[in-house]
Nanobody
């Protein structure tokens, strides 16, 4: 059974930083692309960042490009999201996700079937 457990969320002032972690278990994650989505109140869940199964390719939403960095530690089955220069509009529940299909490009939208999900971690950025 695939399990994803996020940690690292919290309350931070605008301009600050947080690092989210996602610990994965239940399969060999080195063969699967992983990523992060977020959902703000009243909004749909949106793509934030993704990293290829090999770790060599990363993707970012335009809204976070240059501020957020995704990385993975294959030995620890963990993916990270370093978030710098945080803005109030980054406030959301952040979800870790992994592609269900091995060695495939990460699906950069919540299509209701391509991902396994974590339970989410709250990030709140105050003005």
């Amino acid at each position: 059974q695939v399990q994803l457990v996020e940690s690292g969320g919290g309350l931070v002032q605008a301009g600050g930083s947080l690092r989210l972690s996602c610990a994965a278990s239940g399969r060999t994650f080195s063969s699967y692309a992983m990523g992060w989505f977020r959902q703000a109140p009243g909004k749909v869940r949106e793509f934030v960042a993704a990293i290829s199964w090999s770790g060599g390719i990363t993707y970012y939403a335009d809204s976070v490009k240059g501020r957020f960095t995704i990385s993975r530690d294959t030995a620890k089955n963990t993916v990270y999201l370093q978030m710098n220069s945080l803005k109030p509009e980054d406030t959301a529940v952040y979800y870790c996700a992994t592609e269900k299909r091995a060695r495939q490009r990460f699906t950069r939208r919540d299509d209701g079937g391509s991902h396994y999900w974590g339970q989410g971690t709250q990030v709140t950025v105050s003005k």
